[in-house]
């Protein structure tokens, strides 16, 4: 009875408040009609009415028109994936995608009848190149058509953890006359696994944090595994072959960072420009600590510099630097060229504050990373500058509190 | 056939704009910038108290509102363009707010700057307002929320409920608790 009178009360309360806000009643005018919530009602008119009166700050038209301009700057395009208006595009979409689904599970189907149940089952063990290979991504198709967006997910992890597996498998044999297959299929099914991950953060950012934490692990696993055997065949396999499994590592850090970071990949990605030499002994890192690394590694704050129109950062390594090194920032790789022991990178078209990580080409292990604010000052995990002076805050609060929880920890 | 974007009349039009921007358009998604771009920096700034990080998220909210923009219709109904990108707004605050271990415009709150009240009201008005939202902050995180939503970022209830997740009831039902609190601290008020 009392959480009635309450609920009617809120009512009255909530309509006198849209009433008044929206001009329709005056504050007088609510208080004749409802007396007996003069009080609750003067309470909401005057924290209403005073509330209303604080202003943002304003922003002026030309800095308003500069946020516009880098933001069109930034957004993909996606002309391609949305074209041709129609009122019942997406409900036609939707019935393109079951049919596409109901065509698959009839091919399934017709398989198991032709060849037996045993045809779709043993296609579970299919490697890229065999009759059954298809048959095997089918199943996967099917199993992703019937299942919701989290289900989806964990699917997605678990097929490309299929690829991984279907990788050793090759590895073992000697045999990787179809890994354009194989890291064509652990590419498109860890795209499709960022997108669904972005979607359901979009939509519930809690689920997504309870989800990200299991996808990260396990995609962590699975790029221990690819390095290692990038490391095995590393002195036998081509070099278009360690290519390839490059790319697939290149893929796995970049989807954990687009997980980790909820950042979309707006655009292509930016090939580095070093060529790796595969033979090159990677750095040694004594440990996967960001910040002991940087105290290491970097010997003083990188310089910022614009050059022909580009912004340039310079990092100064304790030591010669042999081997290809890359930036990322915000999911977004970037060219970084290399003369002894300084690395510039190209960091043209990065957002005005961020974090930055440079790694190494061959392995994608982290060899330095910071928070930056390329309109303001520097921010330094473990270190605090202010006012150009350095100083050591180890262990602060400031030190860049999970700054360096992008994935990267004992990837090794 | 592409739009006329400088023809466009974005009160009345906005519907085939919006589906423009779907289409990909982003001079059409450009004209959506300008028209709520104040409203997403206002509601960011105030539970941000930064204007610079209020800016980058605001940022980062057109961004998600782009990618996103495909399954508008297709997943949000009920939902218009406003109460749509509020949405994505809020989620991205709660996630930062979570990534950064704080609580929810707390601070914000109550460390308004002097500049952020309307200077021909500024004198009478500033103690008044710092009273408020001292009280305010008393309140819990939800109801904090609600009371912003509703009166800073100039909300009605149900955008309010569609933007957290709450029923219209829910919303209404905190609303009054929280202001029945405020009265509390606040002490009697005279008319």
Redesign the interface.
Known sequence: MKSMI??K???I??EC??AV?QDRHSEEEC?RLFPEL???L???F???R????????Q?TPQR?SQ??D???F??????????N?SPFR?RWQNIKRRFAMTWVIIVSTIISLISGAGVVYASNTALPGDMLFPVKTWVEDVQLSLSPDVVDLKLYEEFTGHRVKELVALADMGKFDNIDELVGGYQNRAELLARLM??I?????DE??KLRNELETKLQEQARIIEGIIENISETADLPLQDRLREMLQTNTQTRLRIQD?V?V?GPVVEPVETPDVNETPEVLPTDDAQYQNQNRVRNNPVEYLEDGALKFQFRFSQVIETGVYAEVAGMNYPCSIDGAVVTCDLTGV???GKLNLYHLNSNLLLYSCDYDH??EYLWEGTKESGGTENQEQGSPDSGE?SHDNGQNGKK | MKIRMQDADLSNDEPRIIQKAIEGEKQAFGLLYEKYFNAILRYLFFKLSSLEEAEDMTENVFIKAWESLPSFNQFEKGLNFRAWIYRIAHNTLVDFHRAHKKDLSIDAIGELPASTIKPEKANEQRETVIEITRAIRQLDEISIQIIMNRFIAGMDHKETALIMGLSEGNVRLIQFRALKKLKEILGEIND
């Open positions: 309450e609920k009360k809120a009512k309360i909530n408040l849209d806000i208080l003069k009080q609750d003067l309470v909401a005057t924290v209403s005073y509330l209303h009166n604080i202003q943002a700050p922003i308003m946020m516009k880098h933001l069109m930034k957004l993909a395009d996606r002309g391609n994936s949305v074209t208006f997406y972005a979607k953060e979009a939509k519930n950012p997504a944090a909820k979309m707006l957002p005005g504050v309109n303001y999970g």
